[in-house]
């Protein structure tokens, strides 16, 4: 199990999101049992959305989020298909019908949901002229509509002028938290640099969004690649 680490934890709950690999049943109530003895009780879990397209993708998270929820405090970070190449996967579910499926079948258990941009995004140099046709805009707009609170993950230098343009449509009141990676040898220059001038840009256009930074280098978050056991 791999985690993405924000400073923000209490003691309570590990650091960052939660990963569970797509194995067996079995493998999650070990894993329920080790973080239960070690005192944990919130959980973020990382919600992988290629692995919910797969055959039997929604019946496994249909299984986990109540099962987690029966130990745990949750809330779901979706991934937004941050590590699958466009082409290798199946797009059968979008991000937005994603996270609708877990709010309305899954909503009682978890009350703030965290997305990310998905890379591709960022290779292209233009940015939508309708920032809310971007999938992850429109699916934290809906997730809002639905009642649950929203944060940003994974928020990285290059996107700066998305952030101006967010911050200009007004988009951001309706963001709990950005989240801003830690960019490995960069972060003593460039990253730290990137956060000074978002709260000082924040502060003056009034934009109450907090931010949060990581504080340990991005692990590797690749899931088994076997079947799911159900």
């Given at each position: 199990?791999d985690s993405y680490?924000i400073?923000t934890?209490t003691?309570?709950?590990?650091?960052g999101?939660?990963?569970?690999?797509?194995?067996?049943?079995k493998h999650?109530?070990?894993?329920?049992?080790?973080?239960?003895?070690?005192?944990?009780?919130?959980l973020?879990?990382?919600i992988n959305?290629?692995?919910?397209?797969?055959?039997k993708?929604?019946?496994?998270?249909?299984?986990?989020?109540p099962?987690?929820?029966?130990?745990?405090h949750?809330?779901?970070?979706?991934?937004?298909?941050?590590?699958t190449?466009?082409?290798?996967?199946?797009?059968k579910?979008?991000?937005?019908?994603?996270?609708?499926?877990f709010i309305?079948?899954?909503?009682?258990?978890?009350?703030?949901v965290?997305?990310?941009?998905?890379?591709a995004?960022?290779?292209?140099?233009?940015?939508?002229?309708?920032?809310?046709?971007?999938?992850?805009v429109?699916t934290?707009?809906?997730?809002?509509?639905?009642?649950?609170?929203?944060?940003?993950?994974?928020?990285?230098t290059?996107d700066f002028?998305?952030?101006?343009?967010?911050i200009?449509?007004?988009f951001?009141?309706?963001i709990?938290?950005?989240?801003?990676?830690?960019e490995?040898?960069?972060?003593?220059?460039?990253?730290r640099?990137?956060?000074?001038t978002?709260r000082?840009?924040?502060?003056?256009k009034?934009?109450?969004?907090?931010?949060?930074?990581s504080?340990?280098?991005?692990?590797n978050?690749?899931t088994?690649?076997?079947d799911i056991a159900c």
């Amino acid at each position: 199990m791999d985690s993405y680490s924000i400073n923000t934890q209490t003691p309570s709950s590990p650091k960052g999101v939660t990963w569970f690999p797509v194995r067996s049943k079995k493998h999650v109530n070990q894993e329920i049992e080790r973080l239960k003895s070690e005192g944990i009780s919130s959980l973020t879990l990382g919600i992988n959305c290629a692995k919910f397209n797969t055959k039997k993708g929604l019946r496994w998270y249909d299984w986990l989020v109540p099962t987690l929820a029966e130990n745990f405090h949750l809330e779901l970070c979706f991934d937004n298909f941050y590590y699958t190449p466009t082409a290798s996967y199946n797009r059968k579910h979008s991000l937005s019908e994603i996270v609708e499926h877990f709010i309305l079948k899954h909503g009682q258990y978890f009350t703030e949901v965290e997305l990310w941009r998905n890379p591709a995004k960022r290779a292209n140099d233009e940015i939508c002229e309708n920032i809310f046709s971007e999938d992850v805009v429109f699916t934290a707009t809906w997730a809002k509509h639905l009642g649950k609170k929203v944060s940003l993950g994974r928020i990285k230098t290059m996107d700066f002028e998305w952030i101006i343009k967010l911050i200009s449509c007004q988009f951001l009141s309706t963001i709990e938290c950005l989240k801003i990676d830690k960019e490995t040898k960069a972060w003593n220059t460039n990253t730290r640099f990137y956060e000074r001038t978002l709260r000082s840009l924040f502060e003056a256009k009034g934009v109450k969004t907090e931010i949060k930074t990581s504080d340990i280098p991005l692990r590797n978050l690749q899931t088994s690649s076997g079947d799911i056991a159900c």
